[in-house]
């Protein structure tokens, strides 16, 4: 089946500080891949998505995601983090015939001044 | 344009008792999904519906949760006989009929059962 593991909670990282979100699925097939954000009391916002070509794919806000097949991993990077970044990140597969989203626990990020 | 819009967006009820809540996507998108966020079970799908096909109820945790899409447009999330373990957000989402479409979601229906 399929599953999609965040294995990191909580994470801090100083305001303009570099940062690395992990992520890793199980998928029998090529996956298609999101990283979608939620702010307190939002709904969900893509952040980018990865169905096939380039490994690296960029997205919204200077973020980025590289797809590594061999390490079935999905981790989003950003450069430099802005204080307005801080929010819960969640990583998901789309599986199926029906494209229902198959979610991580989510990582949520705190950015100190 | 308008995104997804998700009514109400606060809901608290007594144990026992039925609530609906309401999804409005995005016009023109076939595809809509149910998820439901808790602290204790993540986010997780609910159900979906595609254009007039059958709809795919594979995640409703219990007969006690049912819904419906009228017009192929509005839906409605129908919880029976609430029960404290029903509160969450409910978050709707649609898409277009492509599989590689972006879903789009809605801020969500804050359930709470007292």
């Known amino acids: 089946a399929q599953s999609v593991t965040q294995p990191d909670i909580h994470i801090t990282v100083s305001e303009g500080a570099s940062l690395e979100l992990r992520c890793n699925y199980s998928?029998?097939?090529?996956?298609?891949l999101f990283w979608y954000v939620q702010s307190p009391g939002q709904g969900l916002q893509l952040l980018l998505k990865y169905f096939s070509g380039d490994t690296l794919v960029q997205g919204i806000k200077g973020f980025e995601a590289e797809f590594k097949r061999s390490q079935s991993s999905f981790n989003l990077r950003k450069p430099s983090v802005h204080w307005s970044d801080a929010a819960e990140y969640f990583c998901?597969?789309?599986?199926?015939?029906?494209?229902?989203?198959?979610f991580g626990t989510g990582t949520l990020l705190a950015v100190q001044p | 344009g308008a995104g997804v819009s998700q009514s109400p967006s606060n809901k608290v009820t007594e144990k026992g008792k039925d609530v609906e809540l309401r999804c409005d996507p995005i016009s023109g998108h076939t595809a809509l999904y149910w998820y439901r966020q808790s602290l204790g079970q993540g986010l997780e799908f609910l159900i979906y519906?595609?254009?007039?096909?059958?709809?795919?109820k594979s995640g409703l945790p219990s007969d006690r949760f049912s819904a419906e899409r009228t017009g192929g447009s509005v839906s409605t999330l129908t919880i029976q006989r609430t029960q404290q373990e029903d509160s969450a957000v409910y978050l709707c989402a649609s898409s277009r009929r492509a599989a590689n479409n972006e879903q789009f979601f809605g801020p969500g229906t804050r359930l709470t059962v007292l």
């Open positions: 998901a597969v789309k599986g199926g015939a029906t494209n229902k989203l198959i």
């Open positions: 998928y029998g097939a090529t996956p298609y």
């Open positions: 519906f595609q254009g007039n096909s059958a709809p795919d």
